[in-house]
């Protein structure tokens, strides 16, 4: 019985991301945004019951990139989707209308196709057990999942004029696109030990984001995820200079 526990999270994960789906294309998206973080949950808790259960298996490792392409791949884009519709006053049914214009609300789709095939080279990639080379996808969720929140409730006006910026969307969904699928190094929180020399980079890191949280409030989530590319990045630097 034990072993189907972790599949079941996973399979909460799964309808979490199609909840957020919904709930995006209708327009609530900061409620989208919250079961994107009700998957992310999940999407964390089937891992450490698969470890504390002892309940890992081939179906199971599937089945949470199935769960995480929705969660962390379609759910997104359709927060991104949104975004852009709103701000240009189209939507995507407008390019069966006639208007070809609409056909640039396409392009937040393009995460999607991403996100699978991180999700893909993740699974047969024996590099990343310890580390992952490229970013994961729910990083590239919650980064856009913290936009609907940003604009609700955050008090930085130069955050929410970015986020409110069409070019702005559509070039940080190629950006994100590739970043997911970069050959870049980039360090997980899972920490062997708490000794500063092992875990120097994920120290410097959180004490940035606190220092970013006292500043700027909820709208330092904005921030989170290219700090942690930037961060990524530095101790690769780092790194190579050693060798």
Request: aromatic letters at 14%; proline letters at 3%.
């Amino acid at each position: 019985m034990k072993k189907h526990i972790p599949n079941t999270i996973t399979g909460l994960n799964a309808v979490s991301g199609c909840i957020a789906v919904y709930m995006a294309f209708n327009g609530e998206l900061v409620n989208a945004s919250i079961f994107i973080f009700i998957g992310a949950m999940f999407d964390f808790c089937d891992g450490l019951s698969a470890r504390l259960l002892n309940a890992y298996s081939e179906i199971g490792k599937e089945m949470d990139s199935l769960a995480d392409v929705i969660s962390f791949g379609f759910a997104p884009a359709a927060i991104a989707y949104r975004l852009l519709a709103d701000m240009l006053g189209m939507e995507l049914m407008d390019l069966f209308n006639g208007n070809y214009s609409a056909s640039i609300l396409l392009i937040p789709f393009v995460m999607v196709m991403f996100s699978a095939l991180r999700l893909a080279k993740f699974n047969i990639d024996t590099r990343q057990t310890t580390s992952f080379i490229g970013m994961p996808t729910p990083a590239n969720a919650l980064l856009w999942a913290s936009f609907p929140v940003i604009l609700k409730y955050g008090e930085i006006s130069f955050v929410k004029d970015m986020i409110n910026n069409q070019w702005f969307l559509i070039v940080l969904v190629f950006a994100m696109s590739y970043i997911l699928v970069a050959e870049i190094p980039m360090f997980s929180f899972k920490m062997k030990s708490l000794k500063l020399k092992d875990n120097y980079t994920r120290y410097i890191f959180l004490l940035t984001i606190i220092l970013f949280v006292v500043v700027l409030g909820i709208s330092a989530m904005a921030f989170l995820v290219p700090l942690y590319v930037l961060f990524s990045i530095v101790e690769n630097m780092l790194k190579s200079k050693k060798v």
